[in-house]
């Protein structure tokens, strides 16, 4: 009796001793990094997925916890590799020894001992799973991960590093790539595939080896069947599933706007965008339609925003992210400089109802006028008289703007565009007139920011990308009365043909050179604008803003909702009256220092020109008038030289040098002069 007694207390000291030697060599074990690098991830506002990078080796490796996943995989996943895994601690000794006898009774390896948490060992160090060597390491790891980490820890170490065939690690790239979906939504037979593909992911590959992929996928469901996990219904059905054929390709929606956000924060490895998936999708299958029926080097950029919130919803930087097409799609289209020709001019007319130049009912002239040497035109060439400030801004003419911009000064409105929220370029590092007109540089993305300013009440709206961001500090740039004066005009703009005349304020413009068309427009929520051109700058002859990009604009704002949000009502001090109830000073404008040119046809002294010096006229001056009706009356310094002329070339006798003023009268009662010198 005392022999068995000593054998028994020898026996527990013995086993004391050798776990206490088994805990330090498990707490001396140096575990591998647990979590290699995951794919860099850029989500929508709601975190669905726009785009993903491939790690540096070219796999796609996304990170997914158990939350992740869909229930029924892990359920069968657990059932088919580790029915104890939630109690063991790290091995299986149950089926250590089932896997044993399996092996002496029939010559081979029947089943497996290892346990989901010796595989994320194995994963974590891709060591072998044959040698021995290797196998005591992954039972040594395992030990040590389950002393470390909680059975959720270590579950996602194998979601994220599972093999899935190819380039495949981890169950949301499998999920993504084999079903286009996110793992949240598998079906029973998408599941039990992911479960097989792990122990032979190249051999059990559904595009290349369909059968060995059926034949392991449907012993897993046989297990779940047996195990409880899934009925005999779910099994049948699942079994009559057919697999897929063909990897997908991975999600790749806002490329250029997801590559911004990678670069501004080049060590971050998720990225939530404020863009809306299905706007973001929506507008890229239109920005690819809409090329279809352009030109081989055409591209489009369209931008998208809420105004009240400021955030962008889409942004379609080309037709197509490439850098091997026609197109050049890999350039981002929002964000390049380029002339935006007519679209400053809301702004222009903004400031001037501010200053008190004009009002919307204000009289303007659309005649001949010059600035020095600058003597803008119209579009079109024609002239339309004096006409209302909110028919020349409907109608986009060029003059009255200009005239307003002299007024105002080309420093002032580009501090207004700066107020804004825009980055102007100016060529040459001076603004002058023709800034009105798309003189400067600018991006898609900083016209849809002006134009969210107006709907805001004339207070800076800036846009940002990122969710979460927050400008607290906003300047006023307008009035809210200019700003409702604005919109209400824009609002009354035809629509483009074909088109819904839904009151969508809008604006469009074409830059010099037919290079670039643009339309930008607004309701009550959201903001939006497109570009249609070539990113190389070519001219596109005959491309007008009103006829190419307003329709795609209406198109978008169709896309985004069904139904247009109302604008605000007019503040209580917009002055709401017509032209007969204005200020006196508000009834007409006219330009302080513009030089009305006259008619075409007015008689005109052609020669010698304005300012010419003469030499060598003893016999007089040679005179030639255009235009004119005979006879001409001539007059040199105040005093009749010439009367009753029958001939527009005449010989004008001059007496004396220096400056002389010649003036000719037609019968017509029309003059003209010129004043010239004489050597």
């Known amino acids: 009796m005392r022999i068995w007694l000593f054998l028994l207390v020898g026996g527990l000291l013995v086993a004391a001793a050798g776990r206490d030697w088994l805990d330090r060599w498990v707490d001396r074990t140096e575990l591998p990094v647990l979590m290699a690098d995951t794919s860099v991830e850029v989500v929508d506002r709601d975190g669905r997925l726009l785009r993903a990078y491939t790690v540096d080796n070219g796999l796609w490796r996304l990170g997914a916890g158990q ?26 000794l149950r089926a250590f020894v089932r896997a044993a006898g399996q092996a002496i009774l029939h010559g081979r390896v029947v089943s497996g001992g290892s346990t989901l948490t010796m595989q994320a060992a194995r994963l974590l160090e891709d060591s072998g799973t044959g040698a021995w060597q290797g196998k005591l390491r ?28 190819g380039n495949l690690e981890g169950v949301r790239a499998a999920t993504l790539s084999w079903f286009g979906k996110e793992p949240h939504r ?34 897993v469901l046989y297990v779940a069947e047996k195990q409880g996990v899934l009925t ?10 057919p697999l897929p054929g063909a990897r997908q390709g991975f999600p790749a929606l806002a490329p250029h706007l ?11 490895v998720w990225h939530k965008l404020t863009v809306d998936l299905d706007v973001q999708k929506a507008l890229e299958r239109l920005s690819v339609d809409v090329v279809r029926g352009l030109g081989r080097r055409l591209s489009v950029a369209v931008v998208v925003a809420d105004h009240q919130t400021g955030e962008i919803l889409a942004s379609v930087g080309s037709a197509g992210f490439s850098a091997a097409d026609d197109r050049h799609g890999f350039i981002d289209m929002t964000q390049a400089k380029r002339s935006p020709g007519s679209t400053l001019k809301p702004l222009v007319y903004g400031l001037s109802f501010d200053q008190g130049l004009v009002h919307p009912e204000s009289l303007i002239s659309d005649t001949p006028v010059r600035f020095g040497r600058y003597v803008p035109q119209n579009f079109d060439g024609r002239f339309r008289g004096e006409l209302r400030v909110r028919d020349a801004l409907e109608q986009s003419l060029n003059i009255p703007v200009v005239m307003l911009t002299e007024e105002l000064g080309p420093a002032n409105l580009m501090a207004a565009m700066r107020r804004a929220g825009m980055a102007p370029d100016v060529p040459g590092g001076a603004a002058g007139l ?21 709907p805001q009440g004339g207070v800076e709206r800036p846009l940002h990308w990122r969710m979460g961001e927050k400008v607290d500090v906003r300047q006023r740039v307008i009035s809210r009365s200019a700003a409702w004066h604005l919109g209400h005009i ?6 483009p043909k074909g088109a819904p005349r839904n009151g969508l ?19 009550g929520k959201h903001v939006a604008g497109v570009w249609i051109g070539r990113p190389d700058g070519t001219p596109v002859p005959g491309a007008f803003g009103a006829e190419v990009a307003a329709p795609v604009l209406f198109e978008v704002f169709q896309r985004l909702k069904p139904k247009l949000d109302v604008l605000p009502p007019p503040p209580p001090e917009t002055l709401m009256v017509g032209n007969g109830q204005l200020p006196e000073p508000l009834k007409r404008f006219r330009g302080r220092n513009a030089v009305f040119a006259a008619p075409k046809d007015a008689l005109e002294l052609a020669f010698p020109p304005e300012g010419a010096r003469l030499s060598g006229v003893e016999d007089g001056v040679t005179i030639k008038v255009k235009n004119a009706v005979l006879p001409l009356t001539f007059l040199a310094n105040g005093a009749p030289v010439i009367t009753d002329a029958r001939a527009t070339d005449v010989i004008l006798p001059m007496d004396g040098k220096g400056s002389a003023t010649v003036t000719v009268i037609d019968a017509k009662g029309r003059s003209d002069r010129v004043t010239f010198w004489v050597d």
């Open 505 to 523: 304020a809008y604006k469009t413009g074409t830059s010099y050179g037919h290079r670039d068309t643009w339309a930008i427009g607004f309701d």
């Open 67 to 92: 939350d992740a996943v869909e229930a029924r995989y892990i359920n069968m996943l657990v059932a088919y590799e580790d029915r104890r895994f939630w109690r063991h601690k790290g091995i299986d």
């Open 490 to 495: 824009l609002s009354g703009i035809a629509p």
């Open 186 to 219: 598998l079906t029973s037979a998408e599941a039990a595939l992911l479960v097989a593909l792990p122990q032979s992911p190249n051999a059990r590959r559904p595009d290349r080896h369909p059968k060995a992929a059926e034949i392991a996928r449907d012993r």
């Open 434 to 454: 023709a800034v009105a007109l798309g003189g400067v540089g600018v991006s898609l993305e900083e016209l849809v920011t002006l134009y969210a300013m107006i």
């Open 232 to 241: 005999p219904e779910e099994v049948l059905s699942a079994q009559m599933t």
């Open 138 to 165: 992954q039972i040594r790891v395992a030990l040590a991960l389950e002393r470390r980490l909680s059975k959720q820890e270590i579950l996602q170490i194998y979601l994220t590093h599972a093999p899935f065939g």
């Open 258 to 268: 997801s590559d911004r956000a990678v670069r501004a924060a080049p060590g971050a």
